[in-house]
């Protein structure tokens, strides 16, 4: 005869489990200043035309996917002079991994005068784990996703992980 767990120990090994591990929801609230409005990936898709879309990331992640038509901007080397062809009030989406170096990039976009500065919520993760696609440095598609490291790569959960 089998002998059930008692209920107290399954909840206390669900209760260490998920001890230090917050949702990614939680750990983007920790991460964003909230000095750059979000946007969010079904949000921007259906406009993707309309607006210009800067990577943030260092050139390895951008080279093995970005979201078609992303302009690579790297957020160790940004410098505004970068963007002075996009108008001022024109909408620009910065990205990174997940939203952290975009969103500093941003900051300097607005400080610069750009009025209309977005940040991905969630960056290419969030967009990933959404279904949407990626494309590699030859502009093919891929499900190969860079994430930084190995302990920011548990929240992508859709794609290939690539360290």
Not at 27 to 54: F, G, N, Q
Not at 79 to 107: A, H, M
Request: charged share 30%.
């Amino acid at each position: 005869m089998k002998k059930l767990i008692p209920p107290v120990i399954l909840l206390l090994v669900s209760t260490l489990t998920s001890c230090g591990q917050k949702s990614f929801d939680e750990k983007l609230e920790s991460l964003y200043r909230k000095t750059v409005p979000l946007i969010k990936a079904d949000s921007l898709k259906p406009r993707m035309s309309e607006v210009v879309i800067l990577d943030t990331r260092a050139r390895e992640e951008f080279d093995v996917s970005h979201i078609r038509g992303a302009r690579f901007i790297n957020y160790d080397e940004f410098e505004i002079f970068q963007v002075k062809d996009i108008p001022k009030d024109k909408e620009v989406i910065v990205y990174c991994s997940v939203g952290y170096r975009s969103e500093r990039v941003g900051e300097k976009l607005k400080k610069a005068g750009y009025t209309n500065v977005k940040n991905l919520y969630g960056g290419i993760f969030s967009w990933k784990n959404e279904g949407y696609d990626v494309v590699s440095h030859k502009n093919i598609p891929t499900d190969s996703v860079h994430t930084y490291n190995k302990s920011w790569g548990k929240w992508l959960v859709k794609g290939i992980k690539v360290y």
